[in-house]
């Protein structure tokens, strides 16, 4: 072909390339001043562009990038390449991607010819896709069919604590829980090689720090860049929320049922006890007597069991006071040091200026009393109990992990030992009624129930952390009041029941409530003797001459209470007694107990046991004035007669 025919067309094809193309095509000469454009920007005229350097149309610190472009080109004949932004008008700014070519005239570079192409709806796309990428609190990623992570977001490394380049180091398979490997991998492997797509997977992964993290993923495959594309949340603290809730509804129905159960089931044995009691009454024979005595028995037991499950119920009456914890807990820690067995040591860290909670003081005693007791029987070989007490600011970021607590001001206390602790199964368990661990015999696995109960009563939480081996924490917050507490004396027990310093004799083989006791009718202004056993309270009868009640514990080591009362009454007839029955007795019903007797089934409110006894003390009184009166009376009537 000749030459004409060749370049003949070129001029047209040129004409209509410059005119048609959506690029912004420019020769340039080597100093970059514009020698021809085939259109401008909006705004500018070709005597604004022709002549002028390119770096006049751009700021300052895009120079140096497109003076590196350039003297490339020129350095080696090839292609370049830069990027640049355009302020077309204050509020318009445009993004363009310029191709650099050289002008050749011979083997001497000439000049540029440039390619300019408008990316700004690309670029806008892809930077609102990264800085979706880098803002998401989703975990996204993008992993190579090889088992490697080609790109993680900011979020993925927050979660896990790796830095990025760990991540990308790392075959995912090796952070993911060893249990959950497996079902990974044949997900993975499905995703590969049938190119499903994945919703709703979960697995853990496993932090920096060893925490565990519950992720759920949804992904797709890309068989063309043989990628994996995947969002994955983290649902770890929703599903311990949900787990919570659970938790909370369960024993919420439970609660219900047993105090349902417990409320009515109290009036039918209320109704069988007073049947035995005319039963009795109408002079059986010694056989019937007997049966008569077991039915009894066996319904004061049944009324203990049902006055926990009352408790527990959430159906126990309440006396509440602004009560102050740290006076409550500092009295109750005089008594726990001298009880608790010599290898556990016991400490209290009062809180400052703690506020005042709207409780019922003995039931939260109780309450205490049950964590102490388990803390102590979870230390056979010694350790130490903790017990702190604090104000706590529950705020909204609190409320997200603790949905149980309502905003405002709580006081916590916090019951640590380093005892044996729990495993998970176990922890789930402890506050239904009757899971124990201990032996039979040795635990109803009532107390944690009951303290359940009486917590929520009181509008509270009850929350326990514990590790195998690694000791166990109570934590129990109560809503703080809005009334200063009342004072100490205030909080005494009220005046009808006040002792006159009368001599009761208590005999209780538990330490713990032996020491309860006493220091409430102390308080009470009664003077005491305390015995361990049964033998001991007889003991002690004969060395004091002056005794006007008794209160004895009808299950004990030796001599059963009732033994023991039939020994005092010998001695002084008609003294008065109380019995004391303990629920986890199953003993019980071995022991016959008279049948007028008064009993009390543990745990009982002190005020009313006090009540009983400053009632029985009158009456006595009363009968012996009235005794008095008649032998006065006697003699001095005869002699008038
Ligand atoms: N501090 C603790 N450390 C370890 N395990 C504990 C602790 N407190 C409670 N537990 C576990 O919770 C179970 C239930 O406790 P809970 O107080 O309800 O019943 P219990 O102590 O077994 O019997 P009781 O009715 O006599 O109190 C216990 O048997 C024990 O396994
Ligand atoms: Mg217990």
């Known amino acids: 072909m000749g030459e004409g025919e060749t370049r003949k067309p070129i001029e047209p094809l040129f004409e209509a390339i410059v005119a048609h193309s959506t690029d912004s095509i420019m020769l340039l000469d080597l100093e970059a001043r514009i020698r021809f454009i085939n259109r401008t920007a909006p705004g500018l005229t070709l005597d604004d562009v022709i002549g002028k350097p390119v770096y006049a149309f751009v700021s300052e610190d895009q120079h140096a990038d497109m003076r590196r472009c350039f003297a490339d080109v020129l350095a080696t004949g090839g292609p370049g390449r830069y990027e640049s932004v355009f302020h077309?008008?204050?509020?318009?700014?445009?993004?363009?991607?310029?191709r650099v070519g050289p002008i050749k005239d011979g083997d001497t570079i000439t000049g540029f010819v440039v390619f300019a192409s408008d990316v700004t709806a690309r670029t806008t796309a892809a930077a609102e896709r990264d800085r979706v990428f880098e803002l998401s609190a989703d975990l996204l990623c993008v992993a190579r069919f090889d088992g490697y992570f080609a790109?993680?977001?900011?979020?993925?490394?927050?979660?896990?604590?790796?830095?990025e380049a760990e991540l990308l180091a790392t075959p995912f398979i090796e952070l993911v829980h060893p249990d959950d490997r497996a079902a990974t991998t044949a997900v993975f492997a499905s995703q590969v090689?049938?190119?499903?797509?994945?919703?709703?997977?979960?697995?853990?992964?496993?932090?920096?720090?060893?925490?565990?993290?519950?992720?759920?993923?949804?992904s797709m495959a890309d068989q063309s860049s043989k990628r994996v594309i995947a969002v994955a949340r983290d649902v770890t603290a929703q599903r311990a929320l949900?787990?919570?809730?659970?938790?909370?509804?369960?024993?919420?129905?439970?609660?219900?049922?047993a105090g349902g159960i417990a409320h009515d089931f109290n009036n039918l044995i209320q109704a069988i006890l007073g049947n035995v009691h005319f039963a009795l009454k109408a002079d059986p024979d010694p056989a019937m007597r007997s049966y008569l005595a077991d039915i009894e028995a066996a319904s004061i037991r049944a009324s203990a069991l049902t006055k926990q499950l009352l408790a527990f119920g959430r159906r126990s009456p309440l006396a509440t006071a602004a009560v102050d914890l740290n006076v409550v807990i500092r009295e109750l820690m005089q008594l726990l040091r001298r009880v608790m067995p010599g290898h556990i040591k016991i400490d209290f860290v009062a809180g400052n200026a703690l506020a005042a909670v709207e409780a019922d003081r003995g039931q939260l005693e109780q309450v205490l009393m049950n964590l102490c007791l388990n803390a102590r029987d979870a230390m056979p070989s010694g350790g130490q109990i903790r017990?702190?007490?604090?104000n706590l600011l529950v705020d909204e970021r609190y409320a997200e992990t603790h949905p149980w607590a309502r905003l405002g001001r709580w006081v916590l206390v916090t019951l640590t030992d380093t005892g044996v602790g729990m495993t998970p199964e176990v922890r789930e368990r402890i506050f239904e009624p009757f899971f124990t661990t201990k032996a039979p015999g040795e635990g109803s696995g009532l107390g944690l129930a009951v303290a359940y109960g009486i917590v929520q009563q009181h509008g509270g939480m009850l929350d326990v952390s514990s590790e195998l081996a690694r000791g166990t924490t109570f934590k129990l917050y109560l809503?703080?009041?809005?009334?200063l507490a009342t004072t100490a004396a205030d909080q005494r027990e009220p005046t009808p029941s006040k002792?006159?310093?009368?001599?009761?004799?208590?005999?209780?083989?538990?330490?713990?409530?032996?020491?309860?006791?006493?220091?409430?009718?102390?308080?009470?202004?009664?003077?005491?003797?305390?015995?361990?056993?049964?033998?001991?309270?007889?003991?002690?009868?004969?060395?004091?001459?002056?005794?006007?009640?008794?209160?004895?514990?009808?299950?004990?080591?030796?001599?059963?209470?009732?033994?023991?009362?039939?020994?005092?009454?010998k001695v002084r007839p008609g003294l008065?007694?109380?019995?004391?029955?303990?629920?986890?007795?199953?003993t019980r019903l071995t022991h016959r107990v008279p049948e007028t007797a008064i009993v009390f089934a543990k745990p009982f409110r002190i005020e009313e046991v006090l009540a009983k006894v400053r009632e029985l003390l009158d009456q006595r009184l009363v009968r012996e004035t009235r005794a008095g009166a008649e032998n006065a009376k006697g003699p001095s009537g005869a002699s008038r007669s």
């Not at 790109?151 to 830095?163: D, I, Q």
């Not at 090689?193 to 949804?218: H, M």
């Not at 056993?533 to 209470?561: F, K, T, W, Y």
């Not at 109380?578 to 199953?586: E, H, I, M, P, V």
């Open 387 to 390: 017990i702190e007490t604090e």
């Open 88 to 98: 077309a008008s204050p509020d318009l700014v445009t993004r363009w991607e310029s």
């Open 576 to 586: 008065p007694t109380l019995f004391a029955s303990g629920y986890s007795d199953t």
């Open 499 to 569: 002792g006159r310093m009368e001599t009761i004799l208590i005999a209780e083989d538990e330490q713990l409530v032996r020491d309860v006791l006493v220091r409430a009718f102390e308080r009470a202004g009664y003077h005491v003797i305390a015995a361990a056993n049964g033998s001991e309270a007889i003991e002690l009868c004969r060395e004091h001459d002056q005794i006007d009640l008794a209160l004895l514990d009808i299950v004990m080591p030796d001599l059963s209470g009732p033994q023991v009362n039939d020994h005092l009454q």
């Open 479 to 483: 809503p703080a009041a809005l009334r």
């Open 151 to 163: 790109r993680v977001n900011p979020a993925f490394v927050k979660t896990l604590g790796y830095s």
């Open 242 to 257: 949900e787990a919570q809730l659970l938790h909370a509804q369960k024993m919420e129905a439970v609660g219900r049922l």
């Open 193 to 218: 090689d049938e190119g499903r797509n994945i919703t709703a997977f979960e697995n853990r992964y496993v932090r920096k720090d060893g925490a565990i993290r519950l992720l759920q993923w949804t």
